[in-house]
């Protein structure tokens, strides 16, 4: 069988698979370096450099989050865009920290962000492309960000997450997870 046949050429997800955006945003081959793009503010500009979102994965810089276990919580929260999240919100509330093993799993930590993340987008309107939403998590770690505060009672923390939504590398629709410090 020939493997490259079973992927769709605009998701790039097994036919059988295909993102819940695919119907309806056509993606386009993403700029290279040394492309000329028409910039809205500098006019026609030479690409010199770019880092990309694939590439960011690749680095580690953003942990992708189509695939399952992710996807299917993310279908089953309703969420249409791609997800990521950067390795500081990744390691820090969803890797399940080691006295919670066996106790807590990644599927439910991973749940709690995006559910939350889901009902703050229902209630609010984005700030441009961003959305800041609070949840309660049990760090994995003792530092903190600033973006934390003990939650009442308890041994849960309150934390603050910010999401941005914005194209990809080639313009498919993705929701990118991340502290609120960081951009
Ligand atoms: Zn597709």
Redesign the pocket.
């Given at each position: 069988m020939d493997c490259a046949e079973t992927y769709?050429v605009?998701?790039?997800?097994p036919?059988g698979r295909?993102?819940p955006w695919?119907e309806k945003v056509q993606t386009s081959a993403p700029p290279k370096q040394g492309d000329t793009i028409d910039h809205p503010t500098f006019g026609p500009t030479e690409l010199i450099s770019l880092y990309s979102r694939a590439q960011a994965i690749e680095d580690g810089v953003l942990v992708d989050c189509t695939d399952d276990p992710f996807d299917e919580l993310n279908r089953n929260a309703g969420l249409i865009f791609d997800v990521a999240m950067t390795h500081a919100v990744f390691h820090r509330y969803v890797e399940v920290p080691e006295q919670f093993r066996g106790s807590q799993d990644i599927k439910g930590r991973y749940w709690d962000i995006i559910w939350m993340f889901r009902s703050a987008a229902s209630r609010q309107k984005l700030n441009g492309n961003e959305l800041l939403f609070e949840f309660l998590c049990l760090p994995n770690g003792a530092e903190n960000d600033g973006n934390e505060k003990p939650a009442a009672g308890g041994i849960y923390r309150e934390v603050q997450l910010k999401v941005v939504a914005s194209p990809g590398d080639r313009g498919e629709p993705c929701l990118t997870f991340m502290l609120p410090s960081e951009d």
């Open positions: 769709c605009n998701c790039r997800k036919v295909h993102r695919c």
